[in-house]
């Protein structure tokens, strides 16, 4: 079983309740925007971290992350990426990637609109957890938690971090 704390769209902005939420969890996953190369290594130092970057991120986080990231965690395969659109209107730039790849979970950030949906063609969780930055045009910062359990995608819980 692992313990999953995932964000995205800090653009540079750190909040304390980042470690506060992310305390029981085993990783740290950032869907892009992290906006500075301080806040990807604060959340490093906390808890094993995986990130991609995001179009706002300049090029020390470029060179740090990937654009697209594939892995296994546990036995579900992930695909995380920053603009990924979401399920019935994916961006056109990695629905072959995603298409050909066929995760279980896809992640993206970068519209600041939380979604949480599963794609039936996919046979795929989706997954965009808002922002929890302050840069954008949402209302409330919002992080996500949630468990990998072999191939099971589990106990997901939606963390209001406050007003823009």
Known sequence: MTRIGLL???HAYWD???LEYFEPCD???HAGDIGSL???ERLAAFRPFRAVYGNIDGQSLRLEYPEVAHFKAEEVNVMMT???????????AIRKELYDTRPNLFIAGHSHILKVAFDQSLNCLYINPGAAGKSG???VRTLIRFVIDGKNIKDLEVIELGIR
Do not use: C, L, M
């Open 8 to 10: 995205s769209d800090t």
């Open 16 to 18: 304390e309740k980042y």
């Open 27 to 29: 990783e740290i996953w």
């Open 38 to 40: 301080e806040v990807a």
């Open 82 to 92: 920053h603009i990924g659109g979401y399920p019935g209107r994916y961006n056109p």
């Open 137 to 139: 045009f949402h209302q």
